[in-house]
């Protein structure tokens, strides 16, 4: 069983930064790679950024390519989404997702609120 522990979410006012992260604890067998999505409301859970343990990536969707980061500490299996220049449209739980061995794993969830 694999648990994942985000943190980082928060209010923010349009321009500004928010930093979040995701650890991948637990009985892992093979973090492949790791990622996040976000969900806004009424809307479907859709793809943010991702970067894999074997040096693909990071992916980013077009909406937020320039404006956030990912990046990973492949020992702590934990990975880091630097949010900058946001706007209320970011406004959204975003979930970490983690590839680990023939598995993958959700967390529960970060509410970030941009406000305009």
């Known amino acids: 069983q694999v648990q994942l522990v985000e943190s980082g979410g928060g209010l923010v006012q349009a321009g500004g930064s928010l930093r979040l992260s995701c650890a991948a604890s637990?009985?892992?067998?093979?973090?492949?790679?790791m990622g996040w999505f976000r969900q806004a409301p009424g809307k479907e859970r859709g793809f943010v950024a991702s970067?894999?343990?074997?040096?693909?990536?990071?992916f980013y969707a077009d909406s937020v390519k320039g404006r956030f980061t990912l990046s990973r500490d492949y020992i702590k299996n934990t990975v880091f989404l630097q949010m900058n220049s946001l706007k209320p449209e970011d406004t959204a739980v975003y979930y970490c997702?983690?590839?680990?061995?023939?598995?993958?794993?959700w967390g529960q969830g970060t509410q970030v609120t941009v406000s305009s």
């Open positions: 970067i894999s343990w074997s040096g693909n990536g990071p």
């Open positions: 637990g009985r892992t067998v093979s973090v492949n790679a």
């Open positions: 997702h983690v590839q680990d061995g023939l598995r993958d794993y």
